[in-house]
């Protein structure tokens, strides 16, 4: 069972900046993608990023591209989203997810675990 637990957000102003992290613990040898969603209330999640975590690759949603960037750690098990540039309507839960098959993907069905989520809110 992998668990996945998500750092980092908070509040700011229109056009700053904020990161976040994804640790992963337990059988984390079994990830092969880590990505980022983002939901608000009444909305279906929305892809941000993905990363392989051994080869490195991204991939980006087209609402965020050239504005975030998501990295890896593999030393700690972690995943970074900076987030520069950020606008209101960034604003929403961000949740990491965990897949345990090649392939960059999009689609949250396709994510085998879940963290807990973390709220970021831009203020205007």
């Known amino acids: 069972q992998v668990q996945l637990v998500e750092s980092g957000g908070g509040l700011v102003q229109a056009g700053g900046s904020l990161r976040l992290s994804c640790a992963a613990s337990?059988?984390?040898?079994?990830?092969?993608?880590m990505g980022w969603f983002r939901q608000v209330p009444g909305k279906e999640r929305e892809f941000v990023a993905a990363?392989?975590?051994?080869?490195?690759?991204?991939y980006y949603g087209d609402s965020v591209k050239g504005r975030f960037t998501v990295s890896r750690d593999n030393g700690k098990n972690a995943v970074n989203l900076q987030m520069n540039s950020l606008k209101p309507e960034d604003t929403a839960v961000y949740y990491c997810?965990?897949?345990?098959?090649?392939?960059?993907?999009?689609?949250?069905?396709?994510?085998?675990?879940w963290g807990q989520g973390t709220q970021v809110t831009v203020s205007s």
């Open positions: 990363i392989s975590r051994y080869s490195g690759s991204t």
């Open positions: 997810g965990a897949r345990l098959q090649y392939g960059l993907s999009q689609r949250q069905s396709e994510y085998d675990y």
């Open positions: 337990a059988r984390t040898f079994s990830i092969y993608v």
